[in-house]
Antibody, heavy 121, light 108 residues
Framework: QVQLVESGGGVVQPGKSLRLSCAAS????????MHWVRQTPDKGLEWVAL????????YYADSLKGRFTISRDNSNNTLYLQVTSLRPEDTAVYYC??????????????WGQGTLVAVSS | EIVLTQSPGTLSLSPGERATLSCRASQSLRSSHLAWYQQKPGQAPRLLIYGASKRATGIPDRFSVSESGTDFTLTIDRLEPEDFAVYYCQQYGSSRVAFGQGTNLEIK
């Protein structure tokens, strides 16, 4: 069965950087686009980024461009999210999610359990 | 940028009743670019319905969707205890994704 397991979250000081990982199993990882989505009590669910199955194409939420970098290692079935210059408003649960591959639309058919990032001094 | 507004914020119903959840888009939106998710406390969201009316794996036919212009509705017939959760709509368009703020379906 499809499994997505995030790691790398924790308490981080403002201005620092963090790299989140998502280990995928139960499907052919290299065949699917992948996403990061975050969730906060205040703003709810917020899509962060997508990376195409081969890693060539990357898309980011307009409000997050510049500090977030999505990447993947298909040889190790792992998705990454690098975040720099962390701000308190980046505090959230970060989910990796598999794209449903439904036509050209982006939907998320499997999600990890999430990893909590708390930005605080 | 399309904004999705969900209503009501909280819906209180009893098991066996029908739930009607609304998602209104700020501009025209293809129904094939809309999805619905269910989220229970402490869990990740779960895909329910996507691409106009396709149910995700394991989703019973008690869950259905309809549309009228920019208004999209998720209907849950014969509520089961496990249906009480928060529901989100989500749209895709022009390499962008937006979520509604959610409707909390609670037991009355």
């Amino acid at each position: 069965q499809v499994q997505l397991v995030e790691s790398g979250g924790g308490v981080v000081q403002p201005g620092k950087s963090l790299r989140l990982s998502c280990a995928a199993s139960g499907f052919t990882f290299s065949n699917y686009d992948m996403h990061w989505v975050r969730q906060t009590p205040d703003k709810g669910l917020e899509w962060v980024a997508l990376i195409s199955y081969g890693g060539t194409n990357k898309y980011y939420a307009d409000s997050l461009k510049g500090r977030f970098t999505i990447s993947r290692d298909n040889s190790n079935n792992t998705l990454y999210l690098q975040v720099t210059s962390l701000r308190p408003e980046d505090t959230a649960v970060y989910y990796c999610a598999k794209d449903s591959s439904y036509g050209y639309a982006w939907f998320f058919d499997y999600w990890g359990q999430g990893t909590l990032v708390a930005v605080s001094s | 940028e399309i904004v999705l507004t969900q209503s009501p914020g909280t819906l209180s119903l009893s098991p066996g009743e029908r739930a009607t959840l609304s998602c209104r888009a700020s501009q025209s939106l293809r129904s094939s670019h809309l999805a619905w998710y269910q989220q229970k406390p402490g869990q990740a969201p779960r895909l329910l319905i996507y691409g106009a009316s396709k149910r995700a794996t394991g989703i019973p036919d008690r869950f259905s969707v309809s549309e009228s212009g920019t208004d999209f509705t998720l209907t849950i017939d014969r509520l089961e205890p496990e249906d009480f959760a928060v529901y989100y709509c989500q749209q895709y368009g022009s390499s962008r994704v937006a979520f509604g703020q959610g409707t909390n379906l609670e037991i009355k």
